[in-house]
């Protein structure tokens, strides 16, 4: 069966440091990956999808970078920190096209102080 | 463009109370339509979905109908749980070679024994 890991669990760091959360699926081969952020009272942000290694699409203009180095691997990062990057982290997959169902991770708690 | 529009929360129920959260949306295209749930200090589940006009997703108790001339697709239940407390979020996904999915803003659930 497949499943995804996706690690810290939860993250405090200071203003102006890097950042990288990342995640991994077993499973399954070729799947599509996504990350999303939920900030504290909204909904959930698509920030990156990757089809495949190497191919990584930004959906919003941010301080963050996603990056897909094996094919089931899928990292984001930050080379400086905001206090507007707190929030929740959720990596997802999917297989297909159209009608599939997002399968996601357990997310990171980031709080940036 | 898309987007997704869903009852203002917290929602507080009593146990063996029918439940009804609002789920209203806009999209260019035949959009795909989900409920997620997310439980406490955990990732996303899908709970359930419909892909095309006057289809019926059900789960577990819930269900909820694709209504297209009204754009909605409200989530229902008979007789609610306290194991059913969580976060619902309602989505959107007009796939476009990944399943991008667009979220609600998410209802908070608690209910009482």
């Known amino acids: 069966s497949q499943t995804i890991h996706q690690w810290p669990a939860t993250l405090v760091q200071p203003v102006g440091s890097p950042l990288s959360l990342e995640c991994t699926v077993e499973g399954t081969s070729n799947p599509n990956l996504y990350w999303y952020r939920q900030a504290a009272g909204r909904g959930l942000q698509l920030l990156f999808y990757s089809v495949g290694i190497g191919q990584i699409s930004s959906e919003v203009p941010q301080n963050l970078s996603a990056s897909r180095p094996q094919d089931r691997q899928f990292i984001l990062s930050s080379k400086k920190l905001l206090l507007s990057d707190s929030g929740f982290y959720l990596c997802a997959w999917s297989v297909g096209l159209d009608n599939s169902p997002l399968h996601f991770g357990n997310g990171t708690r980031l709080t940036v102080t | 463009g898309n987007s997704v529009t869903q009852m203002e929360g917290p929602v507080t129920l009593s146990e063996e109370a029918f439940l009804t959260i609002n789920c209203t949306y806009t999209a260019t295209g035949y959009p795909s339509l989900f409920w997620y749930v997310q439980y406490p200090g955990e990732g996303l589940q899908l709970l359930l979905k419909?892909?095309?006009?006057?289809d019926k997703g059900s789960n577990k108790g819930f269900e909820a109908t694709y209504r297209k001339e009204t754009t909605s697709f409200h989530l229902e239940k008979g007789s609610v749980q306290v194991s059913d407390s969580a976060v619902y979020f309602c989505?959107?996904?007009?796939?476009?070679?990944?399943?991008?999915?667009?979220f609600g803003q998410g209802t908070r659930l608690t209910i009482n024994p």
């Open positions: 989505a959107l996904s007009v796939a476009q070679g990944a399943q991008k999915l667009v």
């Open positions: 419909a892909t095309k006009a006057d």
